[in-house]
């Protein structure tokens, strides 16, 4: 079993939660719970200098704001991070997100091990989603059915509320400062740049107001 799991979560309740299940039902040697981006990366750089590497990372894709400066902002940007100093890190995704548009990527770009969705169960998938880790198998929560976004794209609340920015003028910067200004992470520009890039191939547009346009036409915005 993994001997050393880094988890970042930024509600201190659900790290207790985490950090109690693993030591309980789990043989762990070392749990180290952060509740920022930044901090789990910093953690994590040291110790893998030190030729300490953690073994595993669970984190949520979402992190709210408050007075503290963040340069990673999401989930999706601690696993970059970590994974451009260790590839081979296991990593699972605990998160309220139950979009398959949204996990679908994680899997195929970001290459996660495991998606666990927070919720009544959501501590006995965890500890499945470790298990299935360390045999080097991938486990989805039971109730998502990711094979539903295969042949549909579907826009989220996130992607609408970006293109609307954008339909009204908004650059991606100003964008960016809206979203942090109203609390929601993902925020960075290039988060955002990279979105919308995904949206142009999708819909196969050529700038952002063929986007827009197409989008009007087929009823979408």
């Known amino acids: 079993m993994f001997k050393k799991i880094l988890i970042a979560e930024d509600f201190q309740d659900t790290n207790k939660g985490i950090v109690n299940a693993l030591e309980s039902r789990l043989q762990i040697d070392f749990i180290q719970e952060e509740l920022y981006c930044d901090k789990a990366y910093n953690r994590f750089k040291v110790a893998y200098k030190k030729g300490q590497p953690y073994d595993l990372l669970i984190t949520d894709l979402t992190f709210n704001e408050d007075h503290v ?67 080097n198998r991938t486990f989805v929560s039971p109730q998502l059915n990711l094979n539903t976004a295969n042949s549909v794209f579907e826009m989220d609340k996130y992607d609408l509320m970006i293109l609307k920015d954008l339909a009204d003028g908004y650059t991606k910067k100003e964008i960016s400062e809206n979203l942090k200004k109203q609390n929601i992470s993902p925020n960075s520009e290039s988060t955002i740049d990279k979105k919308v890039s995904k949206l142009f191939d999708e819909f196969g547009a050529k700038n952002t107001h063929h986007l827009i346009a197409k989008l009007i036409k087929q009823g979408k915005l």
């Open 69 to 135: 400066a963040r340069r990673l902002t999401s989930g999706k940007e601690l696993i970059d991070a970590v994974r451009s100093i260790d590839k081979d890190i296991k990593v699972i995704v605990n998160s309220m997100i139950e979009n398959p548009p949204e996990i679908n990527p994680l899997f195929a770009e970001q290459k996660i091990n495991g998606y666990v969705c927070k919720g009544r169960n959501s501590l006995n998938d965890l500890i499945n989603a470790i298990q299935e880790a360390y045999q």
